[in-house]
């Protein structure tokens, strides 16, 4: 039987706003003109409206990432980056857009190496911890090619709410209030400033103010992205980076690009899969681990089968495997792409996999895997059929923690997605090698996933996660609860999940009955469990399936402050 996690239906309101739409907001609903799923119900909010206002996908992915920079500090889009999967209804056309952080010019391969070994504190913590941030570049680009209502309207709503402050949610409050956290924004003056109050961290129901960020919101709003590459900001950041031996200079902001990228197209059965290309890990592993999955039989009773279990388990091993050596930013490595893809390279490593127990990481060497020639998610579908995955990310909570000075920016620790040193595990235990190593300039590799399922050419499914190595495979999963087991739209996102990434040589899972985990402990497996409310759990979605004319917006129960907006015509 499936498992349902508590509070599915933590609030529903149903209520009127336009004489001819009916809104609903709750964690899972339905409609049949628009929905927004976002991790806040704030920027949520902001998304919707911006759609009420006539606004499309595009329109209201701008205004709900602002807001994000603005209410969830977390993962704040402005200092960081992420990934766009865009369908035009219109045109039938897909488009992938990266706007990954780049390394700053000055970036070293063993800048993080102290003694032999990785400084994991440098690499997660620091001035140098950080990546030239993407987002305000891939959003202004986003919008100059698909954006309908004015970019001042957009940044609007993140100005109010940076200026006149928003209550700070449980889970915001529980977030600030974690050692890690507490340390992490303690470090500078501007964050003891802003997330602090008399020492402690700011507390449920207590006003964040972010004046600052509002005025950096501002510069945004009136210049695009000179507002922030060039000018005020960018001297601050500039200024602060030299005053705490950090690389990012007025050069390196300059020379940010963000670029649409070919998105990474591949059948299973008679799905299509849309998804993100390299940087991103997540779109080639995908493919690789349906295209496995096409050629093996699956026990259809239910999803959680000690044999469905060692049977997607080894092959989530070798895509992990295969990734930790060839994958990284593909204007700097080779990536064997078409191999990734190739159905017959799916069948020949289907014979690596051992049906009976689970194998050792030894036995998925990537140098013995023969691969010739040679991944915080919000989903959006407008009333026009436009459909908007997006991924973005400071990388781990917070970021490195540095907010620099006079700016209210909350900068990432993208740098830690780099291989800092040949198989040593970054902050999500992945290990890489040359390919993924730190280079001037260089996008480091993501697992961010951001896809569009499409069945008769016409989307079903908009998905993606927060979670780091663990996004990819809660893509994977979703899809298949969805398409192969059948479960709803609600049961495929919040079944529990299972992971394994090779190395460490663990099955990670959120919550079994007992007679599987001893099933699986006879299989060789060890087990660790990441309980769904932990950090990241494996993995946290926000999820838009498509029913024929009804839209299903599925907040992650996993975390609290998830909000579904639906719009739908009044019968
Ligand atoms: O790009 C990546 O793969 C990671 N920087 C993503 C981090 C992440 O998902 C943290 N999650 N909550």
């Known amino acids: 039987m499936v498992k349902k996690l508590k509070n599915i239906f933590l ?48 329109d209201a992915s701008i205004a709900i990432s602002f807001a994000l920079s603005v209410v969830l500090p977390q993962a704040s889009p402005i200092g960081g980056g992420g990934f766009m999967i865009i369908h035009d209804a219109e045109t039938g056309q897909n488009y992938a857009l990266d706007y990954r952080e780049m390394a700053p010019k000055a970036a070293t391969e063993d800048m993080f190496v102290v003694d032999g070994v990785v400084d994991r504190k440098l690499a997660l913590e620091s001035y140098l911890s950080s990546g030239v941030p993407g987002t305000v570049y891939g959003l202004y ?62 507390k449920e129901g207590m006003l964040l103010i972010q004046k600052d960020l509002a005025q950096t919101l501002k510069l945004v709003s009136n210049f695009g992205p000179a507002g922030f590459y060039k000018g ?47 940087p991103s890990s997540g779109g080639l592993l995908l493919g690789l681990m349906f295209n496995m999955i096409e050629n093996i039989e699956l026990d259809k009773t239910k999803p959680h089968t000690a ?5 997607i388990s080894e092959i989530m091993q070798i895509a992990y495997s295969l990734r930790s050596i ?70 781990t909570a917070y970021g490195s923690g540095v907010v620099i000075k006079g700016t209210g920016l909350l900068m990432n620790n993208e740098m830690d997605d780099f291989s800092a040193a040949p ?35 016409k989307p079903i499914i908009v998905t993606g996660a927060q979670g780091g190595s663990r996004i990819i495979t809660a893509v994977l999963q979703i899809i298949l609860n969805y398409y192969e087991f059948g479960l709803s739209a609600e049961e495929s996102v919040h079944l529990y999940r299972y992971h394994h990434q090779w190395k460490p040589e663990a099955l990670m899972y959120e919550i079994f009955e007992e007679e599987l985990m001893n099933e699986l402990t006879e299989m060789g497996f060890t087990l660790q469990q990441r309980p769904p409310d932990y950090d990241y759990s494996n993995g946290i979605t926000s999820s838009i399936m498509i029913e024929g004319d009804k839209l299903i917006g599925i907040s992650d129960p996993r975390s609290g402050d998830y909000l579904s907006i639906g719009i739908s015509s009044k019968k």
Request: glycine share 4%; hydrophobic share 35%.
């Open 423 to 457: 198989n040593q595990p970054n902050y999500f235990e992945l290990v890489g090698n040359e390919a993924n190593k730190i280079e001037p300039l260089k996008r480091p590799l993501s697992s961010m996933t951001p896809t569009i399922v499409f069945k008769d050419d």
């Open 141 to 202: 680009v986003a919008h100059q090619k698909f954006g309908s209502l004015p970019w001042k309207e957009l940044v609007k709503p993140a100005i109010s709410l940076a200026e006149d402050g928003f209550k700070v949610t449980t889970t915001l409050a529980n977030s600030l209030d974690k050692e890690t956290n507490r340390r992490k924004l303690s470090k500078t003056p501007d964050g003891r400033k802003i997330y602090f109050q008399n020492n402690e961290p700011l």
């Open 11 to 58: 609030y529903l309101l149903v209520f009127n706003l336009h004489s001819d739409d009916l809104v609903e907001e709750g964690k899972t609903v339905e409609s049949d003109q628009s929905m927004v799923v976002t991790r806040h119900h704030l920027a949520s909010k902001a998304g919707n409206e911006i759609l009420m206002k006539g606004g499309n996908a595009i």
């Open 232 to 278: 005020v900001v960018a001297q601050k950041i500039h200024a602060d980076m030299k005053n705490n031996n950090g690389l990012i200079t007025l050069k390196d902001l300059k020379g940010y690009k963000a670029k649409f990228r070919e998105p990474i197209e591949f059948t299973y059965k008679d799905l299509k899969i849309v998804t993100m290309p390299p």
């Open 326 to 395: 060839h994958l990284a930013d593909p204007d700097y490595y080779p990536v064997p792409k078409n191999a990734f893809l190739d159905k017959n390279i799916a069948k020949e490593l289907l014979l690596k996999v051992n049906n009976s127990e689970t194998s050792s990481a030894k036995h998925f060497d990537p140098q013995n895997l023969k691969i010739k020639e040679n991944t915080t998610h919000y989903s959006v579908v407008d009333k026009y059929g436009n459909a908007v995955s997006n991924t973005t990310t400071l990388n």
């Open 307 to 311: 044999k469905n279990i060692l049977k």
